[in-house]
């Protein structure tokens, strides 16, 4: 069975700070990561993922996140926040073998302060 | 590219009406899923279909909620009947093929009154 925890519904920063969303899963085998990000009255977006090969992972609008086994984390950082990032950020964890259904985080909203 | 097309995007029922979202994926996509979506939570699967065969249901429903996917093109996701607890975001996806990335529509936010 896989879960995530997404640590702070909320988070908010000030306009070019570091922005670290935090996510912890769980998973009976090999994970596949994700993050995704949710605009107002928007479907999900796929922001980046992690599946086997390199724990550093870029993404797009300059994201990146590093799975880090040892902890099962998968935080979510970019190292200067700009007003468009303001949005809902979902963190989900799949198995890396067979089905690929999404477990996804209950979200933490971004808030950039100007 | 076109990408996965929903509709309504919005519907507003009493309850114990019946209510139907339509979902479109994106052409050449042969799994498609329904995902429930409650205010401050993340997307939970409802259903995932693999061409035309529903071959996930287990979070389904079954005494209210149906699907189905002819032709393993567009799908509906019906309710009969609604209930306010139903009142939520449903999001459709879609993928080439399970196992790869998912492409999600904008949703359809249905409000139980």
């Known amino acids: 069975a896989q879960s995530v925890t997404q640590l702070g519904s909320h988070v908010s920063v000030s306009e070019g700070a570091l922005v670290l969303l935090r996510c912890n899963y769980s998973s009976s085998v090999p994970p596949y990561l994700f993050w995704y990000v949710q605009y107002p009255n928007q479907g999900l977006q796929l922001l980046l993922k992690?599946?086997?090969?390199?724990?550093l992972v870029k993404g797009i609008n300059g994201f990146e996140a590093e799975f880090k086994k040892s902890e099962t984390s998968f935080h979510l950082t970019k190292p200067s926040a700009h007003m468009s990032d303001a949005a809902e950020y979902f963190c989900a964890v799949s198995g890396a073998t067979g089905a690929n259904n999404l477990f996804f985080g209950t979200g933490t909203r971004l808030t950039v302060i100007p | 590219e076109a990408g996965v097309v929903q509709s309504p995007r919005y519907k507003i029922i009493e309850k114990k009406q019946p209510v139907a979202f339509w979902c479109n994926p994106i052409?050449?996509?042969?799994?498609l899923y329904w995902y429930l979506q409650n205010l401050g939570q993340g997307p939970e699967l409802l259903i995932r279909?693999?061409?035309?065969?529903?071959?996930?249901d287990s979070q389904l429903p079954k005494d209210r909620f149906s699907a189905e996917r002819l032709k393993g093109v567009d799908s509906t996701l019906k309710i009969q009947p609604a209930e306010l607890g139903d009142s939520a975001v449903y999001l459709c996806?879609?993928?080439?093929?399970?196992?790869?990335?998912?492409?999600f529509g904008p949703g359809t936010r249905l409000t139980v009154l």
């Open positions: 992690y599946t086997t090969g390199a724990t």
């Open positions: 996806a879609s993928s080439l093929d399970a196992g790869d990335e998912q492409f």
């Open positions: 279909y693999e061409n035309e065969e529903a071959v996930d």
């Open positions: 052409s050449g996509h042969n799994t």
